[in-house]
């Protein structure tokens, strides 16, 4: 282990967020996999988006196969911004006012899982009503914490 | 549209993978849609080839979490290799020999779901021989079908 990652897995220790970092050998991987993570979740949510403002039209089938990859996905990011892992377009405030950054991401997820369970019922308004809420957690992460 | 989307617009429609294509608005879209995909995949593997070569203690909740992420993203990136979407560290062959391509993902995507349902086993050897399995899949497009 060389004195870097030795450093950022001693600061890690010291914070509630020691099982998140150590998942990571280096915090470049961490910041790598949250922005993989968002952008396949992002990719997702544009396609469902799609259909759910009729830009495409409905498929049920395709509609259920985006909202269970996004119910999946929408998981996975937040251990990618464990202690030590700034850069990126992460604002500091993620790590500043971590209890907030994730209520939003618990929420989001939640909400993910919703979507999921509206998806299958291959009604639209259903899955209208389930994707505003889910996006809106979107909408205010990048707002509060993300650098455009 | 821009003349360079119509041309790879037009070329796509030409293929049988146009379905996949019109996903994306933009051939650097397909490509990054595709790495991300593959890199979040690649970072559970890492995490479940860990418990399964015993450098990590054995969690079998976390081989669950880890399987079920594996499984919904092993289906992804294949969509991303659309007509014109050549890049990265794709060589040409993907297209060239586009059904050995599509067949390594297609049996890569079922083993990925075997290993799924071995992971909610509980049972590391079960466990370790459909890991086994899946990652050869891995090997062999990386082989193959990868620039290093």
Redesign the interface.
Known sequence: MNSRIAFFAAAAALTASFSAQA?FAKPE?AI??R???L??MG?HTG?LGAMVAGRVPFDAKAAQDNA??IA??AA?PWGGFGAGTEGGKAKANIWTDAAKFKANGDKLAADAARLDVAAKSGNLDQIRAAFGAYAGNCKTCHDEFRNN
């Open positions: 998942q991987d790598k996999y922005q993989s993570a952008s396949v990719t396609r269970a990859v999946t996905v996975l």
